[in-house]
């Protein structure tokens, strides 16, 4: 049975998720969920490697894989020497960089917006992707999210999620071939997010998304 509180420890794949507290919102325009995905990219992709999001006006899921203990480590060494930050066990820290973001978000949110308060429900949810099944779902289950929740049509058409960077050859942070590895090819990908593959294809190559995590 998978722990919806997983401890996040290098090498792991985990589907992290939150959302606002009662009926708020998180992203009210589009500015919010680009300001988001650039704290994100800040924060949270120097530790861990991205392979699908989606942002929806109240919450958010990201499947990603914490980065080797290695690395890891290096990054938190040099955050002690550079920003003078407590040495922590390493799986704290890790755990830190996600209260950062969201932190960061809510505090610019408030300023924007004038409001006051936590944003984000306080313990964030992370579920450990354990086998390669778990992981091709997790994938749907968080491209399709829009779908779910009759935003749109078809996972193609909401913005902010990395579903389009898998039919584009834009520039991202996502690791498109990792994920698509699971999949077999991109036909299938598409095949099993329910979306037709010639028209994918071909609108992909007219659209600029704005939401990707772009490097």
């Not at 944003?119 to 399709?144: A, E, P, S």
Request: proline content about 3%; charged content about 25%; aromatic content about 14%.
């Amino acid at each position: 049975m998978n722990n919806f509180k997983s401890t996040l420890k290098p090498d792991g794949i985990y589907h992290v998720y939150n959302r606002a507290h009662g009926s708020e919102k998180l992203f009210l325009k589009d500015t919010n969920y680009r300001f988001f995905l650039e704290k994100f990219k800040h924060y949270v992709h120097p530790i861990a490697e991205v392979y699908c999001y989606c942002l929806m006006p109240n919450h958010f899921h990201v499947l990603l894989k914490i980065r080797s203990e290695e690395i890891v480590s290096k990054y938190f060494e040099d955050l002690v020497k550079t920003k003078g930050i407590k040495q922590l066990p390493l799986d704290q820290r890790i755990t830190f960089q996600f209260s950062n973001l969201f932190n960061a978000y809510t505090k610019a949110f408030n300023k924007f917006y004038g409001r006051m308060g936590g944003l984000f429900m306080t313990r964030y949810n992370r579920i450990l992707v354990r086998d390669n099944l778990q992981f091709v779902r997790t994938v749907k289950y968080i491209h399709l999210n829009p779908v779910q929740a009759r935003l749109v049509t078809t996972p193609d058409d909401w913005i902010y999620s990395s579903f389009k960077a898998f039919t584009s050859d834009s520039k991202t942070l996502v690791h498109k071939k990792e994920v698509l590895h699971y999949f077999d090819n991109i036909d299938n990908f598409l095949h099993i997010h329910g979306v037709n593959t010639n028209n994918a294809l071909k609108d992909s190559t007219t659209n600029d998304r704005p939401s990707r995590i772009e490097g």
